[in-house]
T-cell receptor, first 111, second 116 residues
Framework: GDSVTQMEGPVTLSEEAFLTINCTYT??????LFWYVQYPGEGLQLLLK???ADDKGSNKGFEATYRKETTSFHLEKGSVQVSDSAVYFC??????????WGAGTKLIIKP | EAGVAQSPRYKIIEKRQSVAFWCNPI?????LYWYQQILGQGPKLLIQ????????DSQLPKDRFSAERLKGVDSTLKIQPAKLEDSAVYLC????FGQGGSGELFFGEGSRLTVL
C-alpha cells in the first residue's frame, strides 16, 4: 500500500542554518503531497502542499518540490529560526479521503 | 471562517472511567476525522466520517471506543472504559474531501486525555 518515510529526528540546527528534512513516498497513482507542522502545545496545521509533479509548495520561507522521478518531497528552508522548532509531518493522499502520514521529524533550533 | 472546535482541552480520569470528546468542524466540511496522537508519535486515524456515514473505522478499538456524527455536523468520541494506554491527544480534523478534493485537513487544538 501507499506509504511515507521521513528522516528520523530529532534534527538539531543552529539559528540561520540551512534545513532539509527528507521525505520519500510510495504510491501507485499520482498523490497530492503535504507538509504539516505541529508547534509545541498546538494542533497540526498545514504548512505547504503540492498536487502534481514538479509543483513547488511554499509558505513561511519553507519550500518543497514534488519530484515524481525520485518519489520525494523534501522540506527545505534557507535560514531557520528558533520559532521553527516543531514537529514536521509529511503526508500524501490519493484523493480518496485517506491521508497517509509519515512518523514525523522533530526539529530543534538552538540560538 | 471559524476553525475546528474541540472540547474539553484537557481531561484527567481514572482507568475504567468514561470520557467523551466533542468536535465541531468547519462549516461546510463534509469529512470529519478523529485521530489519536500518543506523545512522540504521528497521528493515528481512529475514524473518518463522510457526512454522517462512516468511511473508515478499521483502527477504532470498538470494544471501548465509539463515535457518532449525528446530522452530519458535529461529532462525539467516547471511551468507555478507559485504559492507561488511552492517554493521548485526541485530534479532530475536517476537510472538503470528495472526488477532486484538495486533501487539506484542518485540525482542532486537540483534547489531551490523561488516564491515571
Amino acid at each position: 500500500g501507499d506509504s511515507v518515510t521521513q528522516m528520523e529526528g530529532p534534527v538539531t540546527l543552529s539559528e540561520e542554518a540551512f534545513l532539509t528534512i527528507n521525505c520519500t513516498y510510495t504510491a501507485t497513482g499520482y498523490p497530492s503531497l503535504f507538509w504539516y507542522v505541529q508547534y509545541p502545545g498546538e494542533g497540526l496545521q498545514l504548512l505547504l502542499k503540492a498536487t502534481k509533479a514538479d509543483d513547488k509548495g511554499s509558505n513561511k520561507g519553507f519550500e518543497a518540490t514534488y519530484r515524481k522521478e525520485t518519489t520525494s518531497f523534501h522540506l527545505e528552508k534557507g535560514s531557520v529560526q528558533v520559532s521553527d522548532s516543531a514537529v514536521y509531518f509529511c503526508a500524501l493522499t490519493q484523493g480518496n479521503y485517506q491521508l497517509i502520514w509519515g512518523a514525523g521529524t522533530k526539529l530543534i533550533i538552538k540560538p | 471562517e471559524a476553525g475546528v472546535a474541540q472540547s474539553p482541552r484537557y481531561k484527567i480520569i481514572e482507568k475504567r472511567q468514561s470520557v467523551a470528546f466533542w468536535c465541531n468542524p468547519i462549516s461546510g466540511h463534509a469529512t470529519l476525522y478523529w485521530y489519536q496522537q500518543i506523545l512522540g508519535q504521528g497521528p493515528k486515524l481512529l475514524i473518518q466520517f463522510q457526512n454522517n456515514g462512516v468511511v473508515d473505522d478499521s483502527q477504532l478499538p470498538k470494544d471501548r471506543f465509539s463515535a457518532e456524527r449525528l446530522k452530519g455536523v458535529d461529532s462525539t468520541l467516547k471511551i468507555q472504559p478507559a485504559k492507561l494506554e488511552d492517554s493521548a491527544v485526541y485530534l479532530c480534523a475536517s476537510s472538503r474531501f470528495g472526488q477532486g478534493g484538495s486533501g487539506e485537513l484542518f485540525f482542532g487544538e486537540g483534547s489531551r486525555l490523561t488516564v491515571l
